[in-house]
Nanobody, 116 residues
Framework: QVQLVESGGGLVQPGGSLRLSCVKS????????MGWYRQAPGKQRELVAD??????INYSDSVKGRFTISKANVNTVLLQMNSLKPEDTAAYYC???????????WGQGTQVTVSS
């Protein structure tokens, strides 16, 4: 079992920045993908960005050029969010997918609200 703990959400004005952090409870020996999803009220959960154990990165088109995902250490992934827009408002969830079976783990979520 892997526990994920997110932090860093909050209220920010349009154009502002926030940094989210996700810490997983233990190292994983298999190949895995660690990333961020978000879910706005009434909408489906969607991928924001993810990073593999080999360092390959994937961003959704809506955040390219504004968000940056990185690894602070083997157990911590960061999501730097710049130039935030009201449409970025959502609950942000950390996710780990362990290959090859794609076993999924989710954090409890952290709220990001972009509003003036």
């Amino acid at each position: 079992q892997v526990q994920l703990v997110e932090s860093g959400g909050g209220l920010v004005q349009p154009g502002g920045s926030l940094r989210l952090s996700c810490v997983k409870s233990r190292s994983i020996s298999s190949t895995y993908i660690m990333g961020w999803y978000r879910q706005a009220p009434g909408k489906q959960r969607e991928l924001v960005a993810d990073i593999t154990t080999t360092g390959s990165i994937n961003y959704s088109d809506s955040v390219k050029g504004r968000f940056t995902i990185s690894k602070a250490n083997v157990n911590t992934v960061l999501l730097q969010m710049n130039s935030l827009k009201p449409e970025d408002t959502a609950a942000y969830y950390c996710n780990v997918k362990v290959l090859p079976d794609m076993q999924n783990y989710w954090g409890q979520g952290t709220q990001v609200t972009v509003s003036s």
